[in-house]
């Protein structure tokens, strides 16, 4: 069977030559070609709808394995971490910076210096990083739709998309 792109292209070539026939009889093979054409169409798009759904479902699949393989990588970084307080809470309450066992051993630390502001407005300007600013696109879109005004430096397009219910 011929590719969607063949058998569009085959289409419009009938629908070209419809215009240039000289008699009826030709007009008629051409309609029968374009039916036929038509049928096509339609029997390999019955089959891009099979292939649609089963890849949707396949993707729905997927995406369910890997919301849950989430949830498992999620709860064992919660595990370790709540393990890893305990322990530097137990060696904390009993004084010991240092614990040995066969495959390793714990240590107690001092982390990196952090900070976190509470004021930003007194912080130095040395000390600040400027954000380029963000357009919200959404408040733009919703704005036209509601005035049908049109922005400098602002184009609004609206394309066609396929659905298959």
């Not at 040995?100 to 502001?117: A, D, H, Y």
Request: charged share 35%; with cysteine.
């Amino acid at each position: 069977m011929a590719s969607l792109y063949e058998l569009s292209a085959g289409y419009a070539s009938i629908v070209d030559a419809y215009d240039t026939v000289e008699t009826e009889q030709e007009r008629e093979e051409l309609l029968d070609m374009l039916a036929d054409a038509q049928d096509e169409i339609a029997a390999k798009a019955e089959n891009y709808a099979k292939i649609i759904r089963m890849k949707e479902e396949e993707a729905k699949a997927f995406k369910a394995e890997a919301d849950r393989l989430t949830e498992r990588r999620q709860a064992a970084e919660h595990m370790a971490k709540r393990l890893k307080a305990a322990m530097l809470d137990a060696m904390k309450l009993t004084n010991m910076p240092e614990i040995k066992t066969s495959i390793g051993k714990f240590r107690l630390q001092m982390n990196p210096w952090s900070c976190e502001v509470t004021d930003w407005t007194q912080v130095p300007t040395e000390y600040r990083t400027p954000q380029p600013d963000k357009v919200d696109r959404k408040g733009l879109v919703d704005h036209f739709k509601a005035t049908g005004e049109m922005i400098d430096g602002v184009e609004f397009r609206q394309e066609q998309g396929i659905r298959f219910r």
